[in-house]
T-cell receptor, first 114, second 112 residues
Framework: AQSVTQPDIHITVSEGASLELRCNYSYGATPYLFWYVQSPGQGLQLLLKYFSGDTLVQGIKGFEAEFKRSQSSFNLRKPSVHWSDAAEYFCAALTGSNTGKLIFGQGTTLQVKP | DAGITQSPRHKVTETGTPVTLRCHQTENHRYMYWYRQDPGHGLRLIHYSYGVKDTDKGEVSDGYSVSRSKTEDFLLTLESATSSQTSVYFC???????????FGPGTRLTVL
């Protein structure tokens, strides 16, 4: 079955430190991949997406993600975390281009220490 | 931000009562979706629509029905609410089935 896994439920980093959030997918073909961020009490905001082409994708707020087919991964990175990055992050895969059915990971909550 | 509104934003209801949540968009997007968000599960697709009067089931559709009589509105109905349907419900829209989905602000539903 198609699935998206985020192995880390909760991550704490110090402000200014680098960040990497992990995402693994299970899908026969190369899916369309997304990272969303959700601040407390808010909806989901798109950070970046990968459809095809360059495997390193740049997004908003200084985030980037790298698609690695050999590892079935799409990890999210940021070189220097700001306190405002504290939020919940979701990785998602689009498994049907005709239906738009997104499968989400369980989410990773990021806490930023001053 | 995509023009998506959800109403109500908060609702408390009792077990066995019917509940309808509304999603309204101003983007004229063809596809609309309803998800529920629960701790430890991320978001799970309930139903989606690929056009007026065209809908299909998602991963967790039992106990829910939807209707779409106009491009801009997508309604989610709980015919007889149960406590297991206490959740945060998100609507999303996209131009195409393979396109990016944009999310509404969510509706927090509590079933007592």
């Amino acid at each position: 079955a198609q699935s998206v896994t985020q192995p880390d439920i909760h991550i704490t980093v110090s402000e200014g430190a680098s960040l990497e959030l992990r995402c693994n997918y299970s899908y026969g073909a190369t899916p369309y991949l997304f990272w969303y961020v959700q601040s407390p009490g808010q909806g989901l905001q798109l950070l970046l997406k990968y459809f095809s082409g360059d495997t390193l994708v740049q997004g908003i707020k200084g985030f980037e993600a790298e698609f690695k087919r050999s590892q079935s991964s799409f990890n999210l990175r940021k070189p220097s975390v700001h306190w405002s990055d504290a939020a919940e992050y979701f990785c998602a895969a689009l498994t049907g281009s005709n239906t738009g059915k997104l499968i989400f990971g369980q989410g990773t909550t990021l806490q930023v220490k001053p | 931000d995509a023009g998506i509104t959800q109403s109500p934003r908060h609702k408390v209801t009792e077990t066995g009562t019917p509940v309808t949540l509304r999603c309204h968009q101003t983007e004229n997007h063809r596809y609309m979706y309803w998800y529920r968000q629960d701790p430890g599960h991320g978001l799970r697709l309930i139903h989606y629509s690929y056009g007026v009067k065209d809908t299909d089931k998602g991963e967790v559709s039992d106990g829910y029905s939807v209707s779409r009589s106009k491009t801009e509105d997508f309604l989610l109905t709980l015919e007889s609410a149960t406590s297991s349907q206490t959740s945060v419900y998100f609507c999303a829209i996209s131009e195409s089935g393979g396109g990016t989905q944009y999310f509404g602000p969510g509706t927090r539903l509590t079933v007592l």
